[in-house]
């Protein structure tokens, strides 16, 4: 999942240039100094309260969708390192408009909406790297034994008919596995596709994975953004390019 979240950075700055928030509009200026300010209070419920929620995390980590979550949590995402870099940066240096993304610190390890609330921090401390490691080292014995070697776990959702799954195994490289719904992933998948590739739609950071089995193409669609009714992504299936098979997403167990 960290390959999938530094792929979408690099996609969506590279696909707007940043621009030196000194020369934007002059409340962002206003909206990075009083952050800043925040910050350098340590005044722990300000910060959480600074924080558009959901935080998603890197998968299989949980995102944090509560003030009072991230204050549990508060450690484990921001350390003294990411603190101090903050509270010293320089406005002209480390702090970029990226149009209506936000505000980017540091080429993106953190992301500031218009109102200045915290909307990505693609930062890891080491103890969010041990507890990650932690559970992709459970997340791997619960999984049936054919699906155990992967780098890291991208998705699980579900759909009305199935359970769907997806794992990085190297290098761009995915895995698809599926199941019928009543079936849990300790059971042995219907269905194993693997060398998926990853693609980009726009540069909103939506994304999909194709899977190709001979003349049908699985695809799984990931919303990052959308309407409030959007779901947060569907499971396609086409049959030499034609449509056999919709369902959006009923349930994300992991990612997004």
Same mark, same amino acid.
């Given at each position: 999942?960290?390959?999938?979240?530094?792929?979408?950075?690099?996609?969506?700055?590279?696909?707007?240039?940043?621009?030196?928030?000194?020369?934007?509009?002059?409340?962002?200026?206003?909206?990075v100094k009083r952050f800043i300010k925040v910050v350098e209070s340590n005044d722990r419920t300000?910060?959480?309260?600074?924080?558009?929620?959901?935080?998603?995390?890197?998968?299989?980590l949980p995102r944090i969708d509560t003030p009072e979550q991230f204050l549990q949590r508060f450690d484990?995402?921001?350390?003294?390192?990411?603190?101090?870099?903050?509270?010293?940066?320089s406005i002209a240096d480390d702090w970029a408009e990226?149009?209506?993304?936000?505000t980017m610190f540091k080429n993106g390890r953190l992301w500031l909406d218009a109102d200045g609330k915290i909307t990505a921090i693609n930062y890891q401390t080491e103890k969010e790297k041990r507890a +990650?490691?932690?559970?992709?080292?459970?997340?791997?014995?619960?999984?049936?034994?054919?699906?155990? +070697?992967y780098v890291e776990p991208v998705l699980e959702w579900k759909t009305n008919d199935y359970r769907i799954r997806i794992d990085r195994t190297g290098k761009g490289r995915y895995r698809y596995a599926a199941w019928p719904l009543q079936k849990t992933t300790s059971e042995k998948p219907d269905l194993v596709l693997d060398n998926g590739e990853l693609f980009f739609d726009g540069s909103g950071g939506n994304h999909h994975y194709d899977f190709k089995n001979?003349?049908?193409?699985?695809r799984c669609t990931v919303n990052v953004i959308g309407a409030d009714d959007t779901p947060s992504g569907y499971l396609e299936v086409y049959k030499n390019n034609k449509v056999i098979l919709s369902q959006p997403v009923i349930e994300v167990i992991k990612g997004r």
């Open positions: 999942m960290k390959a999938v979240i530094v792929a979408i950075l690099i996609f969506a700055i590279g696909s707007v240039s940043p621009q030196p928030v000194l020369c934007a509009e002059p409340e962002r200026e206003s909206t300000a910060i959480a309260n600074l924080v558009s929620y959901p935080l998603h995390r890197e998968v299989p484990e995402v921001l350390d003294e390192e990411l603190l101090k870099a903050i509270i010293n940066s990226v149009g209506w993304r936000g +990650r490691a932690r559970l992709i080292e459970a997340d791997k014995r619960d999984l049936h034994v054919s699906l155990q +070697r001979g003349a049908v193409l699985y």
